[in-house]
């Protein structure tokens, strides 16, 4: 078995800036339409899930960069829970890295959002 985590932690107030500064330019950048329907502007919500796409990336070995802003996806399910999507990139590298099984971990205070990601596959496809 493999096992792959991510974390990130950010500061609310620099979303908050980022949206104040720019928009729906930076929105649009940077989250999906489904992650901005779910937030609707709200900072701490669109922060926790700047975190999970930085989390994701880390889990993937890559950062940012090498995978887009949009290529990582954090929805919630009815319950709550909430759940990651990969697209694009992210989505390549993790079927090569074999990993299949995805979960994050979203909490916010006041002034911080954070996210844990954990990812983990079968290492005996990953030699493939």
């Not at 107030?13 to 950048?29: D, N, T, V, Y």
């Not at 090569?96 to 990601?117: D, M, N, P």
């Amino acid at each position: 078995m493999i096992l792959k985590t991510g974390i990130d932690l950010i500061e609310i107030e620099r979303i908050r800036s980022a949206l104040e500064r720019h928009g729906e330019r930076f929105l649009k950048r940077v989250f999906t339409p489904a992650e901005i329907a779910e937030c609707r502007g709200r900072a701490d919500s669109l922060s926790v899930r700047f975190a999970a796409k930085e989390a994701a990336t880390k889990a993937l070995g890559t950062g940012i960069g090498p995978v887009g802003w949009l290529d990582v996806e954090t929805l919630h399910r009815p319950s709550g829970e909430p759940y990651l999507v990969l697209h694009g990139r992210a989505e390549k590298i993790a079927q090569r890295l074999s990993l299949t099984t995805w979960a994050v971990s979203l909490s916010h205070s006041k002034e911080f959002g954070v996210a844990v990601v954990v990812a983990s596959g079968d290492c005996s496809e990953s030699s493939r």
